[in-house]
């Protein structure tokens, strides 16, 4: 059983409002770049591939909304809104990636990502993490070239990820949490108790790097604020696939099964069923634009995305 422990007295914004650091620019899109890409193969775990980078295709379009299904896979994982741009989108599978960079109107694939396993991405000011069944892989130069960092990691199967300013978290499936305040060159162990069920993200407070969110399959969405070492059980739905907070205000929690939702608004204090799109297993807040969230249907063959410009009361296909 996961440790528990008093939760301290939440903080809320001020009145004014303190808006965290402006974010560093990002490189310019990694995945337009015709560059070299490492990737993970074989018992090494990390073999260079080089190949040439390429914008891949767009898929069939679905009747009446041009290309708005992802095209890449058919177990799709993750949703991660780039934080330097409201437009662009990342959808992470078993398969690859694919990006869209007008909202999830229409996407491409990630052709040197193709093969490549990316269940959990993350962003710090300098980094781009990717995890999935061969571990963690970093890039420091907006992508355009990747390199495994799984020092002191006891398994290199990653169901989530997280970033806060300096920390990195991971949940290793079966194993538990994980940090790294190194850029993920070496990793020690938070929880062995939690962490083993998580999927796809884990959320951190971008005002305190200890303050943490996960869905735990299990377990439904878990807090920890003392950096992943303790959790606290909040529930809202059984077999939460997802997690999301707003920044803006962290007490407004959504967790997202397969196919349902639960919401709060006191920091996971009491719960109310949440519409999404049939079928939606990941809703995720905007974080440029208030009101704004983006939703995903991740089971194939009705893969799609999905936005809503009014907190969740309407949703449509971009």
Known sequence: MAKTQTRPERRKPSAKGKRKPAR???????????????????LALLAIVVIALRPGQTDAPAPGVPGSKPVVGDDLHSLVIDP???????????????????????????????????????FTDDL????GHPGISVSSDGGATFEARNGGLPATDVHALGAGKDVIYAG?????????????QSWEMRSNQVGGAFMGRIQVDPSDDGHLLAPDMGGGAMESTDGGRTWEA???????????????NNDHIIVTG??????????????????????????????HEPKVLFAAVLEAPEA?????????????RP
């Open 258 to 287: 397969q196919g349902s939702a639960a919401a709060s608004t006191d920091g996971g204090e009491s719960w109310a069923p949440f519409e999404v799109p049939e079928g939606a297993s990941i809703v995720e807040f905007s974080p």
């Open 304 to 316: 799609s995305v999905y936005v809503s410009d009014d907190g969740g009361n309407t949703w449509a």
């Open 234 to 248: 909040l529930g809202g739905l059984p077999g939460a696939m997802w997690v999301s907070w707003d920044e803006r």
């Open 84 to 122: 330097g741009d409201p437009d662009t989108l990342y959808i992470g599978s078993h398969q690859g990636v694919s990006v869209s960079t007008d909202g999830g109107g229409t996407w491409e694939v990630v052709e040197t990502l193709n093969g490549a396993d990316a269940m959990g991405w993350a």
């Open 128 to 131: 781009i993490l990717v995890g």
């Open 24 to 42: 560093k620019p990002l490189p310019p899109p990694w995945y337009r770049k015709h560059t070299w890409l490492p990737w993970v193969v074989g």
């Open 172 to 184: 290793l499936a079966g194993v538990g949490t994980f940090a790294s305040t190194d850029g993920g």
